[in-house]
């Protein structure tokens, strides 16, 4: 394979390499959480409110510790944002049948209406950064994301997304 500038097909990069693929991910998640805002915004939310509906409308009936689990964030944390997003009216939390002490959480026809606004607004971005890039580019990105989650982060990442499949 010939080389390419930069040293992209070498096995190993060098100090400056990675400082300009940390600071490419900084600008990008700037870029991917810019549409988002601008819409929580306009409701007083936050990404902590995003994240939470994400992965509500992913796995709907999920329970409080499961969605904790995954986001990594504190009980206390994670309560204040359901707190406002139940009062709110976009999500609803039902006792569990098996075990009453649990809660499983789920959009409400509103919050699936704010997460299809959300979502629309980062696939559109995600579509065009993927068609600008090609298929090899994507299959390489979704690698490198992949390798750089922790391991149980990424058995996560395979149970919700490999849901779908």
Known sequence: MPERPGGETLLFLTDEQLRQGI???????????????RILATLAYGRAHHRAIHFISRIPGTTV???????????Q???????????????????????????HLHL?????????????AQRARMRAAYRAAGPEAVAGFRQVLEAM????????????RDKDT
């Open 23 to 37: 600071e490419a991910m900084f600008f990008a998640y700037r870029g991917f959480t810019a549409d988002p805002d």
């Open 65 to 75: 510790n499961n969605l904790l689990a995954i986001l990594g964030v504190t009980k």
């Open 77 to 103: 944390s994670l309560n204040r944002v359901l707190r406002t997003l139940i009062e709110d009216g976009l999500v609803e939390s039902r006792v569990g049948t098996t075990d009453k002490r649990e809660r």
């Open 108 to 120: 409400t026809d509103t919050g699936q209406a704010l997460e299809r606004r959300l979502s629309d």
């Open 149 to 160: 989650m922790d391991p149980e982060m990424r058995r996560r990442y395979h149970a919700i």
